[in-house]
């Protein structure tokens, strides 16, 4: 590999953004092609990104070395209306321009039966910023309310992975994953509150940025059922993170200790994954994937949980969510050779349990159908670039207000809902 060649790949890996705002929970596709595909393609082999997020035995299907870098940018459109009898308000949170990022390198010998693969993907996370509101019921100066509520999360996964040729329709795959997740979470609702001499509660912030690592593993295959079908699947293991821990101070300023340091935390893991899939090739032109997914949330510390409210301690018990499956779609076809035309959907169940949606006010992920597109150029003989956009119409969760105080609020409605629009952007170096 020439110098020239090296130097444009690292300038790219320079400019790949740090940090990345996924849209409440894992990401559909990683990548401008797994993306524009619905994010199938467990059992086809296409390209490295969504290989290493999903099945590290696809990394077997090339040969030489592939570099991937890519882009998404995508905006939401966060609302909240609430109902207490004949009173209707709505909540208006801050949105800004997410962006995701994704590396991925792969290499195997020609003709070789082990592949290797390293990539940095950015897979989930969440952002919100809710204003503090007199007017409203949830979000009354505490104790009566949260006050503001504001949210920053960014997972990225980072796997290490080995693919071996059994032979020649049998390949297996193993990763090692590493995660680096960073947290903010303000108030933090599941710790003990700040209480006062009256027993009035006040909850406290964690809101400096605080980064843990985690550990996971990742096993998948493929088998060539035959020249036109391929079947694969994979199983990620739940992630162990250590602990998030915060400097905070006592937030009550009616306590005698009001403004003096404590600490708080929350363990925050992230889910285990099974998929599983079947590539097909009608033509020698077009390709086909279908793929089916389960995301296992309930055992999730942090993520999920009972949920609700501990109206004695004062307290959220975690998010709740449950778990979730999605059904996968895409079709690649080569129009000619520089030009490839990419489509999916993808269906996703929302996490979100309607009857306390409130505690996912701060992880926002009502999203459900995703609707894809993309497109790839060959621009040299070994330089491709790929684009590709999704929408994500706009999607309702209602239940009841909950209340620190009291539980569910009476005659009460919360209506969450959320959409998205999104760009991604890729090039690919192959040598």
């Not at 503001?148 to 990225?156: K, M, N, S, V």
């Not at 090692?176 to 960073?182: D, H």
């Not at 893991?269 to 949330?297: C, E, N, W």
């Amino acid at each position: 590999m020439n110098r020239a060649r090296l130097a444009v790949l690292l300038g790219c890996l320079a400019c790949l953004p740090a940090a990345g705002y996924a849209q409440g929970h894992m990401l559909h596709g990683v990548g401008a092609v797994n993306s524009s595909m619905g994010g199938a393609g467990v059992a086809l082999p296409i390209e490295s990104l969504g290989a290493l997020a999903f099945n590290p035995a696809l990394i077997m299907a090339g040969e030489g070395n592939q570099v991937s870098f890519s882009t998404e940018f995508f905006k939401d459109g966060l609302k909240v209306d609430t109902r207490v009898g004949t009173l209707k308000q709505q909540i208006n949170p801050l949105l800004q321009v997410g962006v995701v990022p994704a590396f991925g390198w792969t290499m195997r010998a020609p003709n070789g039966r082990m592949a290797l693969g390293f990539g940095l993907l950015g897979v989930a996370g969440f952002r919100t910023d809710y204003p503090q509101d007199n007017s409203n019921v949830l979000m009354l100066v505490q104790p009566l309310g949260f006050g503001r509520i504001a949210t920053d999360y960014q997972l990225t996964k980072i796997p290490v992975a080995l693919a071996f040729q059994v032979n020649p329709r049998l390949s297996i795959g193993v990763s090692l994953n590493l995660y680096r997740g960073t947290l903010v979470i303000i108030p933090l609702p599941v710790t003990t509150p700040d209480y006062d001499t009256a027993g009035q509660p006040y909850l406290p912030w964690a809101a400096n940025p605080v980064s843990r690592f985690g550990a996971g593993g990742q096993i998948g295959f493929t088998y060539k059922a035959s020249d036109k079908v391929m079947v694969g699947g994979s199983y990620q293991t739940y992630a162990t993170f250590k602990r998030y821990e915060w400097s905070s101070t006592n937030n009550n300023p009616k306590s005698p200790q009001f403004g003096l340091a404590r600490t708080i935390g929350i363990q925050w893991d992230a889910p285990s994954m099974v998929t599983f899939g079947v590539g097909i090739h009608p033509t020698s032109r077009t390709q086909l994937a279908l793929d089916g997914q389960m995301t296992k949330y309930d055992n999730v510390e942090g993520l999920g949980g009972p949920g609700g409210v501990d109206t004695v301690n004062k307290k959220l018990v975690g998010v709740g969510w449950r778990n979730i499956w999605s059904f996968k779609a895409g079709v690649q076809h080569q129009v000619s050779d520089k030009l490839v035309m990419r489509a999916g959907f993808n269906y996703s169940q929302t996490p979100i349990r309607a009857e306390i949606v409130e505690t996912s006010m701060g992880t926002p992920a009502t999203f459900q159908k995703h609707f894809t597109i993309g497109v790839g150029m060959q621009l040299a003989p070994h330089v491709s670039a790929d684009a590709g956009f999704y929408m994500v119409p706009r999607e309702h969760v209602l239940g009841p207000i909950l209340s620190l105080q009291t539980g569910t609020v009476p005659d009460s409605q919360l209506d969450m809902s959320n959409r998205i629009t999104s760009f991604q952007m890729a090039l690919n170096f192959r040598f």
